[in-house]
């Protein structure tokens, strides 16, 4: 019941995504705000008696230092305690969603990025001369070029039912 509850809760809501039947994340924050964070809580099979499985392993949370994201984490098992025995996963949802700036006051983004883009700019040069070669063209002579040209209209296109099947033979 909890599911059909989260499908029509979350209809439309480009924040709210479902990973699979028990599983399911949602983005708190907007696209392209520095303090989003996107968090995933997977159902046990005894859930709602036990507690689910929540997460903040998704790439969308790189940014995130770990010291946060373990904080957002020891806030939302603190929630979870409270409301075992009942179905909770919207709960959590609104939760964060209504803390995001408590949680959310000792964020400095980390700059992952950047040791990312060293390495790219570092194997760069090494690559680059490998799919020049790779690029080249086959080279075609003047007979084979005038060829190619007669069969089509001399605009690369071939002539209307060049494919078509002869039915009289």
């Given at each position: 019941?909890?599911?059909?509850?989260?499908?029509?809760?979350?209809?439309?809501?480009?924040?709210?995504?479902?990973?699979?039947?028990?599983?399911?994340?949602?983005?708190?924050?907007?696209?392209?705000?520095?303090?989003?964070?996107?968090?995933?809580?997977?159902?046990?099979?005894?859930?709602?008696?036990?507690?689910?499985?929540?997460?903040?392993?998704?790439?969308?949370?790189?940014?995130?230092?770990?010291?946060?994201?373990?904080?957002?984490?020891?806030?939302?098992?603190?929630?979870?305690?409270?409301?075992?025995?009942?179905?909770?996963?919207?709960?959590?949802?609104?939760?964060?969603?209504?803390?995001?700036?408590?949680?959310?006051?000792?964020?400095?983004?980390?700059?992952?990025?950047?040791?990312?883009?060293?390495?790219?700019?570092?194997?760069?040069?090494?690559?680059?001369?490998?799919?020049?070669?790779?690029?080249?063209?086959?080279?075609?002579?003047?007979?084979q070029k005038r060829k190619l040209a007669d069969k089509t209209d001399h605009k690369g296109e071939l002539p209307r039912g060049w494919n078509w099947v002869d039915v009289v033979?």
């Amino acid at each position: 019941m909890e599911l059909e509850a989260l499908r029509s809760i979350y209809e439309g809501d480009e924040s709210f995504r479902e990973l699979s039947p028990v599983s399911f994340q949602y983005r708190i924050g907007e696209n392209g705000d520095p303090k989003a964070f996107l968090i995933e809580i997977s159902w046990t099979e005894t859930y709602p008696q036990t507690p689910p499985i929540i997460s903040m392993n998704a790439f969308f949370n790189n940014t995130i230092s770990s010291a946060v994201k373990q904080s957002i984490l020891a806030k939302l098992q603190e929630a979870v305690e409270v409301n075992l025995g009942t179905a909770m996963t919207y709960t959590l949802f609104e939760y964060a969603k209504d803390n995001k700036e408590q949680f959310m006051e000792n964020h400095h983004p980390v700059n992952s990025t950047t040791s990312i883009s060293n390495i790219i700019s570092v194997e760069t040069p090494t690559t680059a001369p490998s799919s020049k070669k790779k690029d080249k063209k086959e080279q075609l002579s003047k007979a084979q070029k005038r060829k190619l040209a007669d069969k089509t209209d001399h605009k690369g296109e071939l002539p209307r039912g060049w494919n078509w099947v002869d039915v009289v033979k």
